[in-house]
């Protein structure tokens, strides 16, 4: 069975461009999340999809966005984008009740220049 | 306040040596879940444990323990006989049943442990 996907592995934006990042879920999980690592920074709760929706933000500004899509994959949209934007951006899936395991991607790399 | 505190930035050990990786939680909630995730240089976390916190049972699973102690707070990894394939870090992370609280859904990380097993 197919794990967590996420596209592109790498991606390289100079400031101000717009950057969008790809998860596709394992089957049958329906709720997304995505968590932004940054050198120091630790692992950040970004955003929480489930069924469509969004359930929860972290603390994180607008032009940090995303959505569901009907087969539960998911999009991360950074617009605007800074230097400090450049993390590992991880997303995670899951099946049920949000305090079961979540099972990661490897992530993309983004790199603002 | 949520928190989860991971005190060791970086351990380093040789082969076949026991480790210990201490995590300490904060939290108001009655009813909460902690996990291990490792996170080898491929970037992909791996879950290891859930534990909820009505289960205080420790657990060992292979050359893995887990001692969860609530009147410490703590809910501390340990590898036995380590192997050079355990070096990766280590995160230990919380999240509550505190339904349609900001705290909803989100896994509190702590800063990780980077684990060094040198042959």
């Known amino acids: 069975e197919a794990g967590v996907t996420q596209s592109p592995t790498h991606l390289i934006k100079t400031r101000g461009q717009q950057a969008t990042l790809r998860c596709s879920p394992i089957s049958g999980h329906t709720s997304v999340y995505w968590y932004q690592q940054a050198l120091g920074l630790g692992l950040q709760f970004l955003l929480w999809y489930d069924e469509g929706e969004e359930r929860n933000r972290g603390n994180f500004p607008p032009r940090f966005s995303g959505r569901q899509f009907p087969n539960y994959s998911s999009e991360l949209n950074v617009n605007a984008l800074e230097l400090e934007d450049s993390a590992l951006y991880l997303c995670?899936?899951?099946?049920?009740?949000?305090?079961?395991?979540?099972?990661f991607g490897q992530g993309t790399r983004l790199t603002v220049v | 306040a949520q928190k989860v505190t991971q005190a060791q930035t970086e351990i380093s050990v040789v082969e076949k040596e026991d480790v210990t990786l201490d995590c300490v939680y904060e939290t108001r909630d009655t009813t909460y879940y902690l996990f291990w995730y490792k996170q080898p240089p491929s970037g992909e976390l791996v879950f290891l444990i859930r534990r909820n916190s009505f289960d205080e049972q420790n657990e060992i699973s292979g050359r893995y323990s887990w001692n969860f102690q609530k009147s410490t707070s703590s809910f501390n990894f340990t590898i036995t006989a380590s192997q050079v394939v355990d070096s990766a870090v280590y995160f230990c992370a919380l999240s509550e049943e505190d339904w349609g609280s900001s705290n909803t859904g989100k896994l509190i990380f702590g800063q990780g442990t980077t684990l060094q097993v040198k042959p």
């Open positions: 995670a899936t899951q099946y049920g009740n949000p305090n079961t395991e979540a099972f």
